[in-house]
C-alpha cells in the first residue's frame, strides 16, 4: 500500500510537471505509448513531442521537469543518486571513423534508451537509468507506470546525435559544483541534454558550458566530469575544480592516429587534489590499450576494452555496483552498438535518423 501511495504520488506530480512543458496532450500520450520492453531491464522510448529545447538552454537550470529528475533519488530511493563508477575513451578505427566508448557502472537497476528530435535542436539517442526518474519499485510496463518516462530527456547520461556528436557524464568524489556568477544557472542532466541538441563540435560544447554556471545537487555529496567527442576526432573533458571549469584536451602526438582521451573517476587536472578519487586502474587498462594501438581500435576492439573495465558487485564506497551498460558509439555512422548488464554475446545496434521501435532487435 506504502509503495502504491508513494507511486501515485509520483505519477501525480509528473503529470502536473508535463502538463505544463508539454502543451499536446495527444504528442505527449504517443511519447509515453512509444516506451517499448527490449530486453529485461531495458526499453526505447521515442520521445517525439516538443520539450522547447530553446526555452530550456536560455533558462537553464529553472526547468521544472529536470528539478524533480534532481531530487527523485531522495524522495523515492530515500538516499541522494550517486556513487556510480563509469569509464570512456575515444578512438579511431583502421577505417578511420571515430568512435567513443563508455560503460555505465552502477546499483542494479533498469536503464532506457531515448531518442529524440527537438524542432531546433539535433537529433539524438541517449541512455538514462530509470532509477534517476524513479523507476525503484516498478518498471513502465503499464500504461500507469510508463508515466514517468515523460522524465526521460531530462536524466540522460551519455549518448550521440545527428551530427556524430558524443558525450558522457562519469562522476567525481570531490564536493558539489556551485558556480556563482550572472550567468544562468545549469544541472547536470540539462547541460547533457543541451550539448547533444545545439553542439556538432568539441569546440561548440565547450563553448555552452561556458555559457552557464553548474549547479550540482547539494546533497549529493560529489561532481561530475564530461567525456566529449566529435566526429572530427576531437575530444575534450570538461571538469571542474574548486567551482571553476576547466577543460583539458588529450596530449597531442603526431605518431598517433586520433588524439585519444580515457576518463573513469577522478580529476584529470593537472595538479588537482582528488584523494577519494576512483577509477585509476581501469583508466590505466584503458591508456595502456590506446597507447599500444595508437588510438586505432576496431569496433570490436572498443567493445573488448570496455569489457576488460567492466565491473560485477564491486562495492563502491559502500555501494555494490555492475555495469549496467556498454556502448561503442559511432560518430560517423551516428549509431551505437549497446551491451546490457555484462552481456557481450547480445549486442543492439540502433542509430539516430529513424524510431527506435522501427530498429528494435
Known amino acids: 500500500m506504502l509503495l502504491q501511495k508513494i507511486g501515485a504520488a509520483v505519477i501525480s506530480t509528473v503529470m502536473t510537471i508535463t502538463s505544463m512543458v508539454c502543451p499536446s496532450t495527444a504528442a505527449k500520450l504517443e511519447s509515453i505509448d512509444s516506451v517499448t520492453k527490449v530486453r ?23 526547468c521544472t521537469a529536470d528539478m524533480i529528475v534532481q531530487v527523485a533519488g531522495d524522495f523515492i530511493l530515500g538516499k541522494p543518486v550517486q556513487n556510480f563508477g563509469c569509464s570512456t575513451f575515444n578512438a579511431v578505427t583502421p577505417e578511420g571513423e571515430h568512435i567513443f566508448g563508455r560503460n555505465f557502472d552502477y546499483m542494479d537497476a533498469p536503464a532506457m534508451l531515448v531518442r529524440t528530435n527537438p524542432k531546433d535542436g539535433y537529433a539524438s539517442i541517449a541512455m538514462l537509468n530509470l532509477d534517476l526518474i524513479g523507476y525503484k519499485y516498478f518498471t513502465p510496463d503499464t500504461p500507469v507506470t510508463k508515466i514517468i518516462s515523460a522524465l526521460a530527456p531530462y536524466a ?58 553548474m549547479r550540482d545537487l547539494l546533497t549529493d555529496g ?13 575530444s575534450a573533458v570538461i571538469e571542474y575544480v574548486n567551482n571553476r571549469m576547466v577543460v ?28 577519494n578519487g576512483l577509477g585509476q586502474d581501469r583508466y590505466e587498462v584503458m591508456m595502456n590499450k590506446l597507447n599500444e594501438t595508437k588510438g586505432v581500435l576496431s ?19 559502500g555501494y555494490i555496483c555492475s555495469t549496467l551498460w556498454s556502448c561503442v558509439y559511432n560518430n560517423e555512422t551516428k549509431s551505437v552498438k549497446l551491451y546490457l548488464y555484462n552481456n557481450f554475446e547480445d549486442e543492439l545496434v540502433f542509430d539516430v535518423f529513424s524510431s527506435l521501435k522501427s530498429q528494435k532487435q
Request: hydrophobic content about 35%; proline content about 4%.
Open 40 to 62: 529485461d531491464n531495458f526499453y526505447i522510448m521515442d520521445y517525439t513531442y516538443d520539450y522547447n529545447i530553446n526555452d530550456i538552454a536560455k533558462n537553464g537550470y529553472l
Open 156 to 213: 540522460i547520461v551519455d549518448g550521440i546525435n545527428e551530427t556524430g556528436l558524443s558525450i558522457g557524464v562519469l562522476e567525481i568524489e570531490k564536493d558539489p559544483t556551485f558556480q556563482l556568477s550572472p550567468r544562468k544557472n545549469i544541472t547536470t542532466s540539462s547541460m547533457v541534454r543541451i550539448v547533444l541538441d545545439k553542439a556538432s563540435t568539441v569546440e561548440e560544447a565547450v563553448r555552452l558550458f561556458g555559457n552557464y554556471d
Open 222 to 234: 560529489c561532481t561530475y566530469h564530461y567525456h566529449i567527442a566529435d566526429a572530427n576526432g576531437d
Open 248 to 275: 583539458v584536451y588529450p596530449e597531442e602526438n603526431e605518431e598517433n592516429a586520433v588524439d585519444y582521451q580515457c576518463a573513469t573517476n577522478f580529476l584529470l587536472t593537472p595538479g588537482a587534489y582528488d584523494p
Open 299 to 317: 569496433e570490436e576492439e572498443a567493445a573488448d576494452l570496455l569489457q576488460d573495465v567492466s565491473v560485477q558487485d564491486e562495492d563502491m564506497n
